[in-house]
């Protein structure tokens, strides 16, 4: 079974201001990893992933995160952040071997409320 | 390109009665997944149709049905719904059931 823990349930940040939301994991296979984002009232948009190879992938808004398997983390960062980044953000897993039972099952963390501040 | 619709947008039920929730993929893609979102937390996995047939499903009871045609739109059916049964439903949908999954808007189902 797989579970997603993300460490903090609300993060308060100044405009321009650098940010770090936390994930880590648990999983007995490998897995596929996503960051996804959600504004008021609406459903979720894929922010980013790592599937394989380099372990940093970025999004096209300026957030990378950085998969480091010895810690079981997928954390997501910005160096700078703007009004228009507030929103609810999800850290999600999926199994990335076939014939498992869960395999294409998405687990989702119990999301970071980001509050991006002027 | 359409993305991923749902139907409706928002749903009001009284405990009981039995609701149908409507999802159309995103062009090309023949694999729908569907999630129930609590308020406050993250989205908890229903089930997966792929081929028309449920492949895989979560922890949830048999009150939880769907169902997919041969266009690959899908249904959610929930039974004799419960207060708890309050929540945001959302329906991923993908091209083969372990590709990245694209979510539609959601339905908001109220149960009073």
């Known amino acids: 079974a797989q579970s997603v823990t993300q460490l903090d349930s609300q993060v308060p940040v100044f405009e321009e201001a650098p940010v770090e939301l936390r994930c880590n994991y648990s999983s007995s296979v490998s897995v596929y990893l996503f960051w996804y984002v959600q504004y008021p009232n609406q459903g979720l948009q894929l922010l980013l992933k790592y599937l394989s190879g380099s372990t940093l992938v970025e999004s096209i808004n300026g957030f990378e995160a950085e998969f480091n398997k010895s810690q079981t983390s997928f954390h997501l960062r910005k160096p700078s952040v703007h009004i228009s980044d507030t929103a609810e953000y999800f850290c999600?897993?999926?199994?990335?071997?076939?014939?498992?039972?869960?395999?294409?099952?998405?687990?989702f963390g119990q999301g970071t409320i980001l509050t991006v501040h002027p | 390109d359409a993305g991923v619709t749902q139907s409706p947008t928002h749903l009001i039920k009284t405990r009981g009665q039995q609701v149908t929730l409507r999802c159309s993929p995103k062009?090309?893609?023949?694999?729908v997944s569907w999630y129930q979102q609590a308020l406050g937390q993250g989205p908890q996995f229903i089930f997966q149709y792929y081929e028309e047939e449920e492949r895989q499903r979560g922890n949830f009871p048999d009150r939880f049905s769907g169902h997919q045609f041969p266009n690959y739109s899908s249904e959610l059916n929930v039974n004799a719904l419960l207060l708890g049964d309050s929540a945001l439903y959302l329906c991923?949908?993908?091209?083969?059931?372990?590709?990245?999954?694209?979510f539609g808007p959601g339905t908001r189902l109220t149960v009073t």
């Open positions: 062009s090309g893609h023949d694999t």
């Open positions: 999600a897993v999926s199994e990335s071997q076939g014939g498992s039972t869960s395999y294409g099952k998405l687990t």
């Open positions: 991923a949908s993908s091209f083969g059931p372990h590709h990245e999954q694209y």
